[in-house]
């Protein structure tokens, strides 16, 4: 690959990765049980605290792993789990757009743009890789 592209890679997995981070990060502050009882409430989500732990372990670790390019594809391969389950299971229903158009009824919530984008970085970097600028990366012919 050439510079241009590996620094395209780089700035891709710090962006995805930091944001990833951030959102498993705020789910420990807000305290795994609320998010668990969340998913069963509100989503009829069965095992909803394995579900909620495997969603923070997967933002904060997968984060981690594609930020610092440590086996980066698996680190992006949980973010895409935890996107894909995100719009099927929340956000697809609230249509495209991140912010919902307001009713009579109140704001529409958020559809599923942000979460798509996000995939798509996911789904980039499962592709491509790392990229050189990793700090586990395998050696190219």
């Known amino acids: 690959?050439?510079?241009?592209?590996?620094?395209?890679?780089?700035?891709?997995r710090l962006a995805l990765g930091g944001i990833m981070i951030a959102h498993g990060v705020r789910k420990i502050l807000d305290g795994p049980q609320g998010f668990a009882d969340h998913l069963a409430n509100?989503?009829?989500i069965e095992?909803?605290?394995?579900?909620?732990?495997?969603?923070?372990?997967?933002?904060?670790?997968?984060?981690?792993m594609v930020a610092?390019?440590?086996?980066?594809?698996?680190?992006?391969l949980l973010i895409a789990l935890v996107m894909a389950g995100a719009i099927w299971t929340v956000h697809w229903e609230n249509g495209?757009?991140?912010?919902g158009q307001v009713t009579e009824a109140g704001p529409v919530p958020n559809g599923y743009e942000f979460n798509l984008a996000l995939l798509a970085m996911a789904l980039a970097i499962i592709s491509a890789?790392?990229?050189?600028?990793?700090?586990?990366?395998?050696?190219r012919k």
């Open 96 to 99: 495209f757009f991140l912010a």
């Open 47 to 64: 095992q909803a605290l394995a579900v909620a732990w495997f969603t923070i372990i997967a933002e904060i670790g997968g984060g981690a």
């Open 1 to 12: 690959m050439n510079k241009s592209v590996d620094l395209g890679l780089l700035l891709l």
């Open 68 to 76: 610092l390019g440590v086996l980066p594809r698996i680190g992006a």
């Open 42 to 44: 509100n989503l009829g």
């Open 129 to 139: 890789g790392g990229g050189a600028f990793s700090l586990l990366r395998s050696k």
